[in-house]
């Protein structure tokens, strides 16, 4: 039954995304331009400070590719719940859902099933180009590791988004969790430049964030080939706060749900 | 208080409390059994509030104190003015809302607190924005048919049956878009009909539809009633509605039930819902005045 629900739910967005002709298919376009304003970048990105970017290959470009290709779709992990939890109370629908037999945490969880498809056609595809295309050596890649990171990963990230969308059931706008982890992940999680480049303060807040951990293991896999027992560190790391955060997300989802329904607030935006 | 008026406002020694303990010796569950049920709603904060007290909340009564019991196999309309609550108390019957106070039970059943559901409520409220506007009529139905557990040819045939229902079988694959504000409507009405509610919420069904169109939805909604010996609650203004579709009338004013009354008895009393509206609603406002 999740299986039908799953692709009901990832038939109406489909057909909801597809009428919007145009934006389908930019989306691919501008997916790919990131990608070669880098490229010209790492050009000028060579001699001192390759050395930070040793263990990686030594190489800027294949660097920041891993870097912003899945932050990307990380994003979506961390933005898509609440975002489509305020799509919903605006489009009027989302009264219509909960008052059906299907509970709110599993609507709120199927409601980005679409975007987590989507998005990883879209991530293959950036990486494929940027092989195929630029000449980024994805040769070494263990594809295995990739993947029990990308899984864990988007587990923990959509603990932090589901509380991220408990926030917009009861505050409606200005999630401050979005705010900071989605702002701060992205400076400060190593996506454009190694971690070890900032200076030790910087550090310590980039070691509370999952993006960091979820990036350095991705880059290791990747580029350099890491299985995961050398990738235990990073695993149990990503693992752990996957564990902590899902269920807490959830919990927090049906509380805001049942705050919004003692409050009457549940429709407004 | 008028005496005409003690005579139709509920009274609480004949209220919920017995009134359950009359159910319970008579092995019947009440269709729908509220029990000094209170709505207050929160009121958002303005910037000097959060300053001055940050710890308290404002906020407004919609309903206050109502008590009602509809028998196992009534149906309830809900009558009163603008901001009278009645859309508020379809949506605590409904499990929308989690009363402030008191409790509301459906077939002996409260919904406060979530979880499962142990039977399928059908809700049609504010339909100008619950759907889907870039999907067709029928591509919406599928999709809120599979929340209540319809899939493939099951749904496929009820939401044909239910399209043909409410009149929209030839308007089902065009966009909700190009839908008028009765059509849809009634897209919402067939929506509550798909998963064969036991029980059914309606607020103002028939307000945007056409008269003749009107008449023939209330047709489909007695039928449906008839057939599967659903609970159904609805608010409207419109007398004869509530006339032709329910078996008791409960009348609001400013959250408060001012009569509740079986439909039948307020015929013979005053010959129509219409006279007896009229009259509650002048005595309410005679003891607001008095008040």
Partial sequence: MLALKTWEFFKRDLRIESSYKAAFLFEYATTLLPLLTFYFLARLVRGDSASSLTPYGGQYFPFVVVGVAFMQYFTIALTNFAATIRRSQMAGCLEAMLAAQTSPSMVIILSSAYSFLVKLFHLVFVLTASALLLGVDFGPCNFLSMAVILVLTIASLSGLGILSAAFIVVMKKGDPIEWFIGSVSSLLGGALFPVSLMPEWLRTIAALLPTTYALEALRQAMLNGATIPMLWRDVLILGAIAVVLLPLGVWAFAKAVDKGRRDGTLMHY | ?291
């Fill in chain 2, 1 to 291: 208080m008028t005496p005409q008026l003690e005579t139709i406002l509920p009274r609480t020694e004949t209220g919920p409390v017995s009134a359950t303990r009359k159910a319970a010796e008579q092995g019947t569950t009440a269709a729908i059994l509220a029990e000094g049920v209170t709505m207050r709603y929160r009121a958002p904060k303005r910037y000097r509030e959060y300053l001055v007290s940050p710890f308290s909340s404002r906020r407004y009564t919609a309903l206050s104190d109502v008590a009602l019991e509809l028998p196992e196999s009534g149906s309830l309309a809900v009558l009163g003015p603008n901001g009278s609550g009645k859309t508020t108390l379809l949506r605590l019957i409904g499990g929308l809302l989690y009363p402030t106070a008191g409790t509301i039970r459906v077939r002996g059943h409260s919904f406060v607190g979530g979880g499962r559901r142990p039977f399928c409520v059908g809700i049609v409220l504010n339909e100008e924005r619950s759907f889907y506007w870039r999907l067709t009529g029928r591509q919406n139905l599928e999709f809120f048919g599979c929340l209540d557990n319809l899939f493939g040819k099951e749904v496929q045939r009820r939401c044909s049956r239910v399209l043909e229902h409410v009149g929209l079988a030839r308007a089902a694959d065009e966009r909700v878009s190009d839908y008028s504000s009765g059509m849809r409507q009634r897209l919402a009405i067939a929506r509550g009909l798909l998963a064969d509610p036991e029980v059914l919420i309606l607020d103002e069904p028939t307000k945007s539809v056409d008269p003749v169109g009107a008449v023939e939805l209330r047709r489909v909604i007695r039928h449906w009633l008839a057939a599967r010996r659903a609970t159904l609650a609805l608010a409207t203004h419109n007398m004869a509605e509530a006339q032709e579709l329910a078996t008791h009338v409960c009348v609001l004013g400013k959250g408060k039930v001012l009569a509740y009354k079986p439909t039948a008895h307020v015929c013979e009393e005053y010959g129509d819902l219409a006279s007896f509206y009229a009259d509650v609603s002048r005595n309410g406002q005679d003891r607001d005045a008095c008040a």
